[in-house]
């Protein structure tokens, strides 16, 4: 499944690639433990996924000991409210808004201002 993710995203090296790339060697080694929450069009295509976990990371310092979040939604798809329903998915399946967005650029900023500001995640 992270293998398939990592189709959707933009940039070549990306931090998300990076990290989601971390997490499949991690997975050839023992069990990741980490939850994916997929939106799919009416056809069945993926168009954006959250994934959440604990893993130690390279965004843990940034994190602390909140779960490391991950979003991506495709550009011809957002702001429909996706990567919101996305993150609310996420904190249901962790039973926690306790999430830490990691900030790529300003519209990934003011998605995560607009979640806590709207009390899906914690600040």
């Given at each position: 499944m992270l293998s398939?993710?990592?189709?959707?995203?933009?940039?070549?090296?990306?931090?998300?690639?990076?990290?989601v790339k971390k997490l499949i060697d991690i997975s050839?080694?023992?069990?990741?433990?980490?939850k994916a929450v997929i939106a799919t069009n009416m056809f069945g295509r993926i168009v954006?996924?959250?994934?959440?976990?604990?893993?130690?990371?390279?965004?843990?310092?940034?994190?602390?000991?909140?779960?490391?979040t991950m979003?991506?939604?495709l550009q011809k798809y957002r702001r429909r409210g996706i990567g919101t329903k996305l993150i609310k998915m996420a904190s249901k399946a962790?039973?926690?808004?306790?999430?830490?967005?990691?900030?790529w650029d300003d519209q990934s900023d003011k998605f995560k201002n607009k979640l806590i500001d709207n009390n899906i995640i914690s600040a």
């Open positions: 398939k993710l990592l189709e959707l995203t933009l940039e070549k090296d990306s931090g998300l690639k990076l990290e050839k080694l023992r069990k990741v433990t980490a954006g996924w959250t994934l959440v976990h604990k893993e130690n990371s390279i965004w843990s310092y940034i994190c602390g000991n909140k779960y490391i979003t991506y939604v962790y039973h926690s808004n306790n999430l830490s967005i990691i900030e």
